[in-house]
């Protein structure tokens, strides 16, 4: 017989102006580090927190160097929308199985974010907290297009709100395996 485990929801939610959100503040905040805002001329400083386990920026292979400095990347996110209410980035949420090691969390993300968001052109920015009992991840994504110099166009097919489910469904499958491979019979659904 199967086990079910608990685990929390997944969730993704768009990062916007109208809201007050900061894109340099929410990568500063997640990522556990000290950002300035280029825009703003804002500090944000989450050195203090101690949670953050693990740190990446991944992105589609032939992405400018640029995207790989994630202060760059989410200061061109912050300088590229100029309206009140544009979209600075998408956050995803997702819980990690806890039976499984930090190494083990890690190859399940980069598995995951390489083939629901990188492959689809999308910049994504990991950052793996390991809190006791609820190890989870934020991952921030890009809503335009990269280009060698900056961002181009939005990408507005990227907010369909059915990629959330496939999204959702998708982290659930690449779990099961992730637990199978590692020899536990726990699942989540």
């Known amino acids: 017989m199967v086990q079910r485990t608990a685990i929390l929801p997944f969730s993704a939610q768009v990062l916007a102006g109208s809201n007050g959100d900061n894109a340099v503040a929410a990568a500063a905040y997640r990522a556990g580090l000290r950002f300035t805002c280029a825009r703003t001329g804002l500090v944000f400083n989450y050195t203090r927190k101690t ?3 693990y740190r990446a920026v991944m992105a589609p292979q032939d ?7 994630r202060l760059a990347l989410w200061n061109k996110a912050e300088a590229i929308e100029s309206r009140k209410n544009s979209q600075l980035a998408r956050e995803v949420e997702i819980s990690l199985p806890i039976e499984l090691t930090h190494a083990q ?4 993300l980069h598995e995951y974010v390489q083939e629901q968001f ?17 190890p989870h991840a934020h991952i921030l994504l890009t809503l335009r297009d990269v280009q060698a110099e900056g961002f ?12 959330v489910e496939q999204w959702r469904a998708a982290w659930a499958k690449a779990c099961n395996a ?11 659904d």
């Open 105 to 108: 969390h890690v190859a399940l």
């Open 51 to 53: 949670e953050v386990a």
């Open 178 to 188: 992730a637990l199978a491979r590692a020899g536990h019979t726990e699942r989540i």
């Open 63 to 69: 992405a400018a160097a640029w995207v790989f400095d």
């Open 152 to 163: 181009g166009g939005k990408r507005r097919d990227w907010n369909n709100p059915a990629l």
């Open 118 to 134: 990188v492959s689809q052109g999308m910049v994504a920015d990991i950052a793996l907290h390991a809190k006791a009992g609820n």
